[in-house]
């Protein structure tokens, strides 16, 4: 190879050196920029289905930035962070609402939020975002169907422990037509949400509030 040719194998390799530099720069960006954008939006939803779930004239302090962030493994599965809003009117505990995922899907991870009041039993539920498929898995949406409103007023008493499944299962709550393992999925988790509650009640409502940030609607 004479000087001319070595001059230009280094330049074609620097040239690309930059291009792939620049390229993975780039990509990174929009990722970033995507995942601030879905984050954006997922606080959105969020805060609307607070409000869903516990109207704000049950409470008095500043729920979304009352929370707590926590990890149970027996309860909340895969190393979950677990955001809990607690509602408190006159100091005293109200509610909590929790955010948490149901890892048993069909398509990966179902977001939900469900609240709870002080005794145990179920204000709502609500799904935050899910990868289910349209039209078999999706009933879960409250926009889609009634069936998540089925938890409303439910409690690990109301129905008993053999009431908490689809009604394939033996349970109380509806499956869908060629869809089962959507609705099992959400049915056990919230089950298990509630279960935690029972055991750690005083240390929800107790517990010093994590520093108020953004975070605290991060995905978990
Ligand atoms: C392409 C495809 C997508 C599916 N999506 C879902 C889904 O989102 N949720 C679900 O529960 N089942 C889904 N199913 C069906 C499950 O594989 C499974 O058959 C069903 O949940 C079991 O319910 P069943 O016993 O009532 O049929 C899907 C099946 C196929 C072939």
Redesign the pocket.
């Known amino acids: 190879m004479n000087g001319d040719s070595g001059r230009m194998v280094f330049k074609s390799a620097a040239a690309l050196g930059l291009v792939a530099v620049l390229g993975t720069a780039l990509l990174a960006a929009v990722h970033q920029l995507t995942a601030e954008r879905i984050e954006a939006q997922e606080r959105r939803v969020v805060e609307r289905q607070l409000g869903q779930i516990l109207p704000a004239s049950e409470y008095d302090n500043d729920l979304l930035h009352d929370t707590i962030e926590l990890q149970d493994e027996a309860y909340f599965p895969r190393g979950q962070v677990v955001t809990a809003y607690r509602a408190r009117r006159d100091a005293r505990p109200v509610a909590v609402i929790f955010r948490f995922k149901a890892v048993d899907g069909?398509?990966g991870n179902i977001h939900l939020l469900a609240g709870t009041r002080y005794d145990g039993t179920l204000a709502g539920v609500r799904v935050v975002s899910h990868r289910?498929?349209p039209g078999?898995?999706d009933a879960i949406e409250v926009e889609k169907s009634d069936w998540v409103l089925g938890f409303n007023g439910t409690s690990l008493r109301d129905p008993g422990p053999g009431g908490w499944a689809v009604k394939?299962d033996g349970g109380q709550f509806d499956?869908f037509t060629?869809?089962?393992?959507?609705p099992r999925a959400v049915v056990d988790a919230v089950r298990s949400a509630l279960e935690y509650y029972r055991l750690n009640r005083e240390r929800v409502f107790q517990q010093a509030a994590t520093t108020p940030t953004d975070d605290t609607v991060r995905e978990p």
């Open positions: 069909y398509s289910e498929t078999l898995g394939r499956q060629g869809a089962t393992i959507t």
